[in-house]
């Protein structure tokens, strides 16, 4: 069992940044950053395999950045030039599978959710 927590959520103006943070409670191959709108899927943000190249869904390329500290089991999301449609949920997500892509399937454990909200 693999706990996940996330932080960093908040409120902010278009254009500006947030960084969330996801801490561990061991080491997982696979993690990734979900956002869930009400009423909508949840979506595949930002995901990294062991040393792999992170991979971004085609809304966040450019903006967001994914990077992870495996001495410290910790993820992060930099999030910048935010924008109004990125207001969601997001959730931490760690696997196991060194084929995971941005499916919320291939994900075991889920942190608990970290609000961003982006005012235009």
């Known amino acids: 069992e693999v706990q996940l927590v996330e932080s960093g959520g908040g409120s902010v103006q278009a254009g500006g940044s947030l960084r969330l943070s996801c801490a561990a409670s061991g080491y997982t191959y696979s993690m990734a950053w979900f956002r869930h709108i009400p009423g909508k899927e949840r979506e595949g943000v930002a995901g990294?395999?062991?040393?792999?190249?992170?991979i971004y869904a085609d809304s966040v390329k450019g903006r967001f950045a994914i990077s992870r500290d495996n001495a410290k089991n910790t993820l992060s999301l930099q999030m910048n030039n935010l924008k109004p449609e990125d207001t969601a949920m997001y959730y931490c997500?760690?696997?196991?599978?060194?084929?995971?892509?941005?499916?919320?399937?291939?994900?075991?454990?889920w942190g608990q959710g970290a609000q961003v909200t982006v005012s235009s």
């Open positions: 990294i395999r062991g040393g792999d190249t992170p």
């Open positions: 997500a760690a696997g196991t599978s060194p084929f995971a892509l941005l499916v919320p399937d291939d994900y075991t454990w």
